[in-house]
């Protein structure tokens, strides 16, 4: 069965510091993969999402950015933080024969910027 | 492009009481539906998904939602809530046929109180 992993499950961090957060995915290849933010009491933001190694679509420009570097990795990292980045930050996949868009979620990080 | 409107950002409802979140979409191309619940602090996690057949879908936990195609509705439904269920609720759509990503809906705060 397919499993999505995701770390730091929290993370406190001052502004302009760099951040990096980790997802795997196992169980399937060529995933498409997501990053989703929630800040409080808001709904999802779909940050970047990537349809294979190297491939990545920003949906908002911001101060963060995106990287494949492996089929079933995805990090998003940021080189000097802002505290508008605080947030709860989901990582998703997709794929399969029937391509229906569903999505399967990481347990999701939260990032406190101080 | 697709888009979903949740109307009802919060729903309080008693214990044992039914239960209705509602869901509008907007596609002018056949659609999946879905619903995600979100616990505090975690990822999103399935309810039930709308792909094709039967209108009146199952999910997990006793809910149910009904396709609604000419009143383009997804509303969900439980007969009787438990103050578990007191989650974050999100209706996406996605578009049949193409890799496609899924729309959300803005939430629906779901609080059962005794």
């Known amino acids: 069965s397919q499993t999505i992993h995701q770390w730091p499950a929290t993370l406190v961090q001052p502004v302009g510091s760099p951040l990096s957060l980790e997802c795997t995915v196992e169980g399937t290849s060529n995933p498409n993969l997501y990053w989703y933010r929630q800040a409080a009491g808001r709904g999802l933001q779909l940050l970047f999402y990537s349809v294979g190694i190297g491939q990545i679509s920003s949906e908002v420009p911001q101060n963060l950015s995106a990287s494949r570097p492996q089929d079933r990795q995805f990090i998003l990292s940021s080189k000097k933080l802002l505290l508008s980045d605080s947030g709860f930050y989901l990582c998703?996949?997709?794929?399969?024969?029937?391509?229906?868009?569903?999505?399967?979620f990481g347990e999701g990080s939260r990032l406190t910027v101080l | 492009a697709q888009s979903v409107t949740q109307l009802d950002s919060q729903v309080p409802v008693f214990e044992e009481a039914p239960v209705e979140l509602r869901c509008n979409y907007s596609s002018s191309v056949s659609v999946y539906l879905f619903w995600y619940v979100q616990y505090p602090n975690q990822g999103l996690q399935l309810l039930l998904k709308y792909l094709s057949g039967s209108t009146l879908v199952k999910g997990i936990n006793g809910f149910e939602a009904e396709f609604n195609k000419s009143q383009t509705s997804f509303h969900l439904r439980k007969p009787s809530v438990h103050i578990s269920d007191t989650a974050e609720y999100f209706c996406a759509v996605s578009t049949a046929g193409t890799a496609s990503k899924l729309t959300f809906g803005t939430g629906t705060r779901l609080q059962v109180t005794l």
């Open positions: 998703a996949w997709s794929g399969g024969t029937l391509n229906t868009g569903e999505l399967f």
